[in-house]
């Protein structure tokens, strides 16, 4: 059986169908069977998709599945049982669909900006996570440069028993010029600090028993 990951937040922007692109090149990259999973009505990660499809000539080692309604979560299922890794990009505002495919997950990975509001957003996503029982990693993304916000915000966090990912992405145009094309940022600029954060951010939340 492989593993399903949920990147899921409430708050729209936060960064999921980005974080759900470039994870999914780099564990490709990395021998994994990957499928991705699009239940976002805005169909932004199917968009990307079809753009690696028109630049490689084919998918890349990355499988696509557009489900949604209550087909998703045995589609979760049912992927999980074919490839290494599922990631599947949600819809924001705790849509239905969303709350199917967590309880079919194994875990969720929430990306958050470097914002109060964000953190306060999260919290729904939170709770959801842990009426079901799933194991969840909060990610701050699109950090600034320079500040000493990030350092609160990943305080906070902390303090309130929550989990934080070590690696963070910081706020760099590699991470959206990558995907205009249907790469990602190991793709297209693999000795970049984009690359180098997501290589970090893999190798924390990687599948158990999956080395790379």
Known sequence: ?????????????????????????LFASQGLSIAIMDIDPQKSLSAWHAARQQTLGDDGGITLRQVS???????????????????????????????????????VLMPIQPSPMDYWAARQTIELANREGKDFTLVLNRLPSRGRLADQIRAMITSDGLRVADSSLGNRQAFASSLLTGLGVTEAQPRGLAAQEIRALGKEIRPEGREA
């Open 69 to 107: 309604g209550w087909r998703s979560g045995a589609e979760v299922k049912r992927l999980g049982r074919d490839f290494d890794l599922v990631l599947i990009d949600s819809p924001p505002h705790g849509d239905t669909d969303a709350k199917v495919a967590v309880r079919a997950a194994d875990r």
């Open 1 to 25: 059986m492989g593993t399903t990951i949920i990147i899921a937040q409430q708050k729209g922007g936060a960064g999921k169908t980005t974080l759900a692109a470039h994870l999914a090149v």
